[in-house]
């Protein structure tokens, strides 16, 4: 009989990986999007200022999913 307790670990661990590798490129994006959406809210860009908060709240919805 195989043992396919070590496959399933590892399955695992490159799944945790992947997810985790994706989360911190969604976190990076959004704290790129912060700095702009700052620079925009200080030259009193409002509108592009609305937009990259709107963009900011999707991707943190998307990563709470």
Known sequence: SQ???GERC???FITDFLNKRKQNKITKKIAALQERAMQFQRNGNLREYANIIKQ???LEQSSND
Do not use: F, G, N
């Open 3 to 5: 043992d396919y307790s």
């Open 56 to 58: 900011i709240e999707e």
């Open 10 to 12: 590892i399955m695992k």
